[in-house]
């Protein structure tokens, strides 16, 4: 009798627990969609604290399985987007972003050194690690051009790894390689695959088409067409309506420029 009510219990315990949804815990898949919806969110509004709450979930995933090769690209992206957007006033605590950064993306391609997004991402970090230090690109620019061109390798198509190409040619000396028409007209490009991309699986990268279009603007405004400038910000905005950085800071840089022609 004793034991008969002791199984009644145990059982009713178990749908309890089912039916408040507390019967097995999330699966890295779910996690890593949660993230990246933080992130998201965090490149709209240029948010410490959303990276850091994907930041947190994402840690969980770098021991599961399947998805640790992602895990540790998007803690890679984090940190990236930490240096470019919340960092962008605070030059002093960017470079460590980036440290990170690198950190995150080496241990991806560990796992999986097949991957072009990671390799185009490690090659923009080290990129940028010679904006903050010049004498480094002695060293550093060899290797952010090998990481680039196993990116091409890899994704010659890849929206994002052409965008991140045509930032790196953009903010590059002609002497070297780079040049601004050079890299204005790589950003077109890349806006181009972008519009052919299409993304078959929710977990992997989607980022980057609004981007882009800011990216054309600021080169528009380099180039004095205020007109080009504003309908790629419109456009910008058009794809992602909360992206901060166009809404806030470069549409009015816009009318800024033509009240003072």
């Not at 980036?98 to 970090?125: F, G, R, V, W």
């Not at 981007?211 to 905005?237: H, P, S």
């Not at 794809?239 to 420029?257: H, R, T």
């Amino acid at each position: 009798m004793h034991k008969t009510r002791l199984i009644i219990i145990i059982m009713s315990m178990f749908f309890l627990g089912a039916a408040n949804g507390f019967c097995q815990p999330r699966t890295a898949a779910a996690e890593i969609m949660e993230a990246k919806s933080f992130i998201q969110q965090g490149s709209n509004t240029a948010s410490r604290e959303k990276f850091e709450q994907a930041h947190n979930i994402l840690t969980r995933c770098t021991s599961q399985g399947d998805h640790q090769a992602l895990a540790e690209y998007y803690l890679g992206y984090i940190d990236y987007q930490m240096a470019v957007a919340v960092y962008r006033m605070d030059k002093e605590k960017a470079p460590i972003s980036l440290d990170s950064a690198i950190m995150h993306l080496e241990k991806a391609l560990q796992i999986n050194d097949s991957n072009a997004e990671t390799h185009a991402l490690l090659a923009s970090c080290y990129g940028m690690q010679i904006a903050f230090s010049p004498m480094s690109g002695i060293w550093l620019g060899p290797k952010s051009g090998s990481e680039m061109g196993k990116a091409r390798e890899f994704s010659k198509e890849n929206p994002r790894v052409a965008l991140l190409e045509a930032i790196g040619t953009y903010n590059t000396p002609a002497m070297f390689g780079g040049g601004k028409d050079k890299g204005y007209g790589a950003m077109k490009r890349s806006a181009e695959l972008f519009d052919r991309w299409k993304t078959t699986d929710s977990l992997q990268p989607d980022w980057g088409k609004e981007q882009v279009y800011a990216w054309i603007g600021l080169a528009n405004l380099d180039r004095k067409e205020t007109i080009l400038a504003r309908k790629a910000f419109e456009k910008a905005l058009e794809i992602n309506p909360d992206y901060g950085w166009v809404k806030y800071v470069l549409m009015p840089k816009v009318a800024s420029e033509v009240e003072q022609k």
